[in-house]
């Protein structure tokens, strides 16, 4: 497919070509589950730019070469933002290191050598193009000045991205550095669901487990309370008890006054010659 076919002979840099995103539903689920996936994985570093089926011009002059769109493509030392297509020199003339291509059968052979030329001419580091009905994998890393075919990709880690790929016997599966999968966006968004019903789980727990030690706590004051009021109470009649002590005491003291004051006068009473 020529990307020129279509172009304005007066636009010099045209952001389409006309032609769809993608040819059928498969292949544009996987060029949004990678793009998506990368941008995700990347989220927090400003300098990294990526995306989707983007025209790349690679020089300002298109009659020595036209745009290519690859399917998704990864810019190290480039600002995120919104662009209409890549022009590499207004870039730093930094080219995009890291290119994916999702194959359909309108792939022409002619067409994917046409792009593994543009990507090897134009300085692309590592190269990746799937197939999903067959569900073949070609990697394609830059030695030497050149892109070469990797023929060992058991465990394939991207040097640059260091995600890893992973063909099953049905299809390719990619991890990012922590070991989570790529997924689509109904799985991110089930798994979404699932961490924010957890997160809910745990917070209602949490909150349970809180009011349960303030129970607790409310239950160990009221203890201490009773405990305090009982101290108070038994103070209390302690220092009635002293109190009735000494009044006893007190009337004891009389007593024995009164006692021997009636002594007193009986004996006065005898030495008068009375009997009391």
Known sequence: MNPLAHFDPDDPYPESDGEPMAENTEQYEWLVKIKENLEILFAQDPNVFIAGDLFWYPVPERRITGPVAPD??????????????????????????????????????????????????????????????????????????????????????????????????????????????????????ARLRDEAARAAQATAKAEHEAAQAQSARDSVEQERA?????????????????????????????????????????????ALGLEP
């Not at 600002?79 to 890549?86: D, E, L, N």
């Not at 090897?120 to 190269?127: M, Q």
């Not at 002293?242 to 004996?267: D, G, I, K, P």
């Open 72 to 189: 998704v493509m990864v810019v190290v030392g480039r600002p995120k933002g919104r662009r209409g297509s890549y022009k590499q020199w207004e870039e730093g003339g930094i080219a995009p290191q890291v290119v994916f291509e999702v194959l359909s059968p309108a792939n022409s052979v002619k067409e994917m050598a046409d792009k593994l030329a543009f990507y090897d001419a134009y300085g692309v580091e590592e190269y990746y193009v799937y197939d999903p009905s067959p569900n073949t994998l070609e990697v394609w890393l830059r030695q030497e000045g050149r892109l070469r075919r990797m023929s060992h990709l058991k465990g394939w880690v991207s040097p640059r991205l260091g995600i890893r790929f992973a063909l099953s016997g049905e299809t390719l599966e990619i991890f990012d550095p922590q070991g989570q999968p790529f997924l689509t966006s109904v799985e991110l968004a």
């Open 226 to 270: 009773r405990a305090e009021q009982e101290r108070a109470r038994a103070e209390q009649e302690s220092a009635r008890a002293e109190q009735e002590r000494a009044r006893a005491e007190q009337e004891r003291a009389r007593a024995e006054q009164e006692h021997a004051r009636a002594e007193q006068l009986a004996a006065r009473l005898r």
